[in-house]
């Protein structure tokens, strides 16, 4: 029990089921189709960029590059003015692109030139939100309708969005059983431990930061069939949300523990979250500051809960360590 | 007899210091071959090079008399050396099972199987007699004892020609595990590089020993054909100490500060007595709780158990303002990090402890700052001129003194001194040197680690050696010499003169 309590994971559950809960009692309608595809939509975008960035953080970096890829995807399919399907594809392509890039290059910076994370990727941000402006100056525009309404529709009687929640959820399980999704961890805990224990640090790290950004250009997309317009600099909030959601999550700024799993419920927390606020009639207005609210307190829960489940470990750090606080 | 690693001329410098320089030597097939040094001797380099984590700036290596150069850890492993590192590398987020099979975890192409790597883990754990362990257990929850063996297990299990152990017993209660581990696996086939520095062991296990100081080799010798005498002085190396005018038969005043029962992560009931007007060296090899009893008595750490005393009086302070005003200083050994404040004159950094007394209604004023640190500054033999140079454009030596005129200018009775002369010019040792004795002479009491052994011998009036978290043996300053407290820290011979105080 201590155990599931000090995991992120179980903790993001009981708020969003909590919240959730709340949720209903606030409004009669919340149960429908419509609300509940709403919220998914709302969701979706979250949970991709949710997963990407705890690929980064658990592997021990920080990604800002995040916002830049997002806007980046947006103006490129805001500006794709065919109409027909075939238009959007190659849209949809040349963001995923733009994503894989931007991840190449921050891991390259990374990884092999062993820039520190947040100058790289903030670098990378402010690029891309650059690029942005020039692709597209001001917002508006449109985005093609296979992708709005396309994908904020249903498929049957699933919505496309669900789909793609679920399609995160099973490939993060999935990857938790690669290698990669082993190594991951110990490069995210202690680098040099890891490259003594065999693992190829450099090749994980630019690994994940292209997954990342791959992760990143999705959201993008689906981002955009909310929208359903270009917006050059629309993603700051979005951004900040997609790191509270990690840390909601319970991942651990710094690398070596997170799940994206966590993080996923994080996103649903904070979309939930804003459904409730607005069904109970407080102004949008107000919606922020309950989510960073809401951040704060996951966080301290969580640390309090992981003290709680820690089994101390028995002198594990060398004596040198313990009077330099560094490595020796 | 067959040569299975023969290293030629290795030599790797970082920046100013040389690590290695032309380390040769020649092991024979299916020996174990110790290497021994004291810090800093250049073993761990040596282990970096031959894992393939480090790569020589010049000089070969052979492997079965074909060339050697790994540039990765897998590429050493791939030739069949495999090391179990003294730092342990083993991973505390996952588990004993995955720890023990990276980076492949079981055979499959993409991915993991962790039945089949568990299983397999079972198996080593049974087989190497660590009964405890369960592959599923997450190795953070592990003691360090059981660390260091796991380590040792995950070394052996890649069935190497050549088994590289750094240190393998530094983090175990007794050898008896790893002798009956080294018994299981001694082959023909299997040499075994024996890193360590205790030398009763290496007696145990090793035929022959290479013995490196200041990175390089000074001898390689069959352990049978010397005493332990022979092969401390190589070690230690008589040869560059300096000629230090001994501080004999001096009487020292009152117990200032009286350490009992001290118990933490890494010290063991730990008692002793620091007494005013007394430079007290503390000799130990890296890692014997050292560290932690400075920590402890500067407030940093809090101690699990045991009592300190300051000025006679039970102290309970918990933290490092506490300890300052109880009169302690403390000067860590990193300066960078816990010393000095970059990006501010050297000045401030000297008063910035002091300021209530330079300070008029709390605004620091300029002048007399500048003339309250001035006899400070003269003590410690920091040039005026720096005082108003930024700290950062100092040399290392000149911001320790900088470091120690703060801590004199705090008024502080008692000074803990963790290793302040490493790395600095002998200049700087000299004026830190001369800065204890005055320190002494006009009442307070210093207690001073050192890597150096050689000056602890001429400096203090006595010195404790460590091992394994307590003290094993004292020394008075004036009739002990480095051999005798190698020994000592070495835990070998310790206790002769122990218990004296």
């Known amino acids: ?328 | 007899m067959q040569t299975v690693l023969q290293v030629d001329d290795l030599t790797k410098r970082y920046g100013a210091t040389t690590a290695l320089d032309r380390v040769t030597f020649a092991v024979a097939k299916g020996s174990i071959h110790a290497i021994i040094g004291e810090n800093g001797a250049g073993k761990s380099t040596l282990i970096k090079s031959l894992s393939g984590l480090q790569v020589p700036d010049s000089g070969t290596m052979r492997l079965d008399g074909e060339l050697f150069a790994p540039s990765s850890l897998g590429e050493s492993r791939g030739r069949g050396v495999s090391t179990a590192f003294q730092e342990m590398s083993l991973l505390g987020n996952l588990t004993v099972a995955e720890n023990l099979s990276l980076p492949r975890l079981g055979s499959g192409r993409l991915f993991v199987r962790r039945r089949q790597y568990e299983a397999a883990a079972a198996e080593l754990l049974a087989k190497y007699d660590l009964p405890g362990l369960s592959p599923a257990q997450r190795v953070g929850e592990l003691s360090l004892a059981e660390r260091q063996k796991l380590e040792i297990v995950r070394a052996v299990s890649h069935r190497p020609k050549l088994l590289l152990l750094d240190e393998p017993s530094a983090a175990l209660p007794d050898v008896e595990w790893l002798f009956g581990l080294i018994e299981k696996i001694r082959s023909p086939e299997l040499t075994i590089l024996y890193i360590s520095h205790r030398l009763a062991e290496i007696r145990d296990l090793c035929g022959s020993a290479t013995v490196l100081r200041n990175g390089r080799v000074v001898d390689t010798v069959r352990l049978s054909d010397v005493d332990d005498g022979m092969v401390f002085t190589l070690m230690g190396g008589a040869s560059d100490d300096q000629v230090r005018e001994k501080r004999t038969g001096r009487t020292t005043g009152a117990p200032a500060i009286q350490v009992d029962g001290l118990r933490g992560d890494t010290v063991r009931d730990l008692s002793f007595t620091l007494h005013d007007g007394e430079i007290l060296g503390v000799a130990a090899l890296e890692g014997q709780g050292q560290a932690e009893t400075f920590r402890m008595l500067a407030g940093a750490s809090r101690p699990s158990g045991g009592t300190i005393a300051v000025g006679g009086r039970r102290s309970k302070y918990t933290t490092p303002a506490g300890a300052l005003r109880s009169g302690i200083s403390f000067v860590a050994e990193e300066r960078k990090a816990e010393g000095i404040m970059p990006g501010i004159s050297t000045l401030a950094n000297i008063t910035i402890s002091s300021l209530g007394r330079t300070s008029t209604l709390g605004v620091a004023a300029g002048k007399k700052e500048y003339q309250a640190s001035l006899p400070f500054a003269r003590k410690v033999d920091l040039d005026e001129r720096y005082l108003r140079m930024d700290i950062d454009a100092l040399s290392g030596g000149n911001q320790q003194k900088a470091i120690l005129a703060r801590s004199l200018m705090k008024g502080s009775k008692y000074l803990l001194l963790y290793d302040p002369s490493r790395g600095v010019d002998v200049g700087t040792k000299a004026s830190v040197y001369r800065m204890m004795r005055e320190f002494t002479d006009s009442g307070g009491a210093v207690l001073w680690y050192s890597t150096d052994l050689s000056e602890l011998v001429g400096i203090c009036d006595r010195v404790l050696c460590f091992y394994r978290g307590s003290v094993v043996a004292e020394f008075p300053g004036h009739e002990t010499d480095v051999e005798e407290l190698l020994q000592a820290i070495t835990g070998h011979g310790a206790g002769e003169k122990a218990g004296q105080s």
Do not use: W
């Not at chain 1, 679920?166 to 680098?191: K, P, S």
């Not at chain 1, 997954?211 to 317009?229: D, E, F, I, P």
């Not at chain 1, 996103?267 to 607005?278: C, D, S, T, Y």
């Open chain 1, 1 to 328: 029990m201590r155990r599931a309590l000090s995991s992120g994971t179980t903790l993001a559950a009981i708020i969003l089921v909590a919240m959730y809960i709340v949720y209903m009692y606030s409004s009669i309608d919340v149960l429908t189709t419509e609300n509940a595809t709403d919220l998914l939509n709302n969701a979706a975008p979250l949970v991709i960029s949710a997963t990407g960035l705890t690929l980064v953080i658990v592997v021990g970096g920080f990604d800002l590059s995040l916002g830049g890829v997002v806007t980046l995807a947006n103006v490129i399919l805001a500006t794709q003015t065919g109409g027909t399907t075939g238009s959007a594809a190659v849209g949809v392509l040349l963001a995923l692109l733009a994503g894989v890039v931007v991840g190449a290059l921050n891991g390259f910076l990374v990884a092999y030139l062993n820039v520190q994370s947040i100058a790289a990727t903030l670098g990378t941000f402010i690029m891309c939100s650059g690029l942005a402006l020039v692709i597209m100056p001001s917002p508006g525009g449109s985005v093609p309708e296979f992708i709005s309404p396309g994908l904020i529709s249903s498929v049957g009687p699933v919505p496309v969005s669900l789909l793609v929640i679920l399609a995160c959820v099973v490939a993060y399980l999935a990857f938790r059983r690669t290698r990669m999704g082993i190594h991951i961890f110990a490069v995210g805990l202690d680098e040099s431990a890891a490259i003594q224990s065999g693992i190829k640090a450099a090749a994980v790290k630019f690994r994940v930061y292209l997954a990342a950004g791959l992760l990143y250009a999705v959201a993008g997309v689906m981002l955009s069939a909310l929208t359903a317009s270009g917006d050059p600099n629309g993603s700051a909030v979005f951004m900040v949300l997609v790191f509270a959601a990690v840390a909601i999550g319970g991942a651990k700024f710094g690398g070596g523990r997170g799940s994206a799993i966590g993080s996923i419920l994080g996103a649903g927390v904070l979309a939930v979250l804003q459904k409730m606020l607005f069904a109970v009639g407080v102004s949008t207005f107000y919606t922020g500051i309950f989510q960073g609210a809401i951040l704060i307190v996951a966080v301290l829960i969580g640390m309090i809960s992981l003290r709680l489940g820690e089994t101390r470990p028995r002198a594990v750090t060398t004596d040198q360590r313990a009077l330099t606080g560094r490595p020796a």
